[in-house]
């Protein structure tokens, strides 16, 4: 158990990549959206209207934006971390456990960020002026029961994905990855065939 605390803690030394990226990114993405709306509200779309909802609504760039990111820093969290922990006297299982403990504390960080921000959006009116850009359909079009899980375990797979294609680098270099993307896309293709 100590191992793993202390794995956490190691992870939770990059402040700014695991807290602050996030949030970065999503600005960004907020921003692009706002001004993507007040482009279309220029050129005659009217904020409210149906047409305009429905458009809206079905814009998944928030979620899509933070995916790579996500999938990055599970990569990073076990590549660069892995060694560095071992020579630190961490056993493997409590690496695993350490890893899977950040993992669910980014994933529960993000679905607190994404839950308010949502909350504000709904709140205000959209923005006090109708532009949707968390209370979207593919977070759950605003309904928190839908929102919290879904984001929760879209987090946390995203990153666990990204540990397994790091863990497969630090055992096999550069052909894990591109062994287990293969066995990813073959299975899948087969449950798409069956």
């Keep these: 158990m ?3 605390i202390l794995t956490t803690k190691l992870h939770l ?4 990549i695991t807290f602050l990226v996030p949030l970065y990114i999503t600005g960004v993405v907020t921003v692009i959206s706002v001004l993507i709306s007040l482009l279309f509200w220029r050129s005659g779309s009217l ?21 790579g990111f996500l999938v990055y820093l599970g990569v990073q969290s076990v590549a660069t971390t892995f060694p560095f922990a ?33 909350m504000v959006e709904v709140a205000t009116g959209h923005w006090f002026s109708e532009f949707y850009i968390f209370d979207v359909y593919i977070l759950g079009a605003g309904d928190m029961t839908l929102l919290i899980p879904l984001v929760f375990l879209s987090v946390l797979s995203m990153l666990m ?17 591109q062994f287990v993307g293969i066995g990813i896309a073959i299975v899948l293709i ?5």
Excluded at 50 to 65: D, E, L, T, V
């Design 190 to 194: 087969l449950a798409l065939i069956i």
């Design 47 to 67: 904020p409210g209207t149906p047409g305009w909802i429905q458009g809206s609504q079905s814009n998944p760039g928030i979620a899509w934006a933070l995916a």
């Design 86 to 118: 071992l020579t630190l006297g961490a056993s493997r299982r409590g690496f695993v456990g350490g890893t899977f403990l950040w993992n669910v504390t980014v994933s529960a960080y993000l679905t607190l960020v994404f839950a308010v921000l949502t």
């Design 2 to 4: 100590d191992t793993m």
């Design 13 to 16: 030394n990059k402040r700014e």
């Design 161 to 177: 994905i990204g540990g397994v294609f790091g863990a497969s680098w630090i055992r096999y270099g550069a052909r894990g990855p």
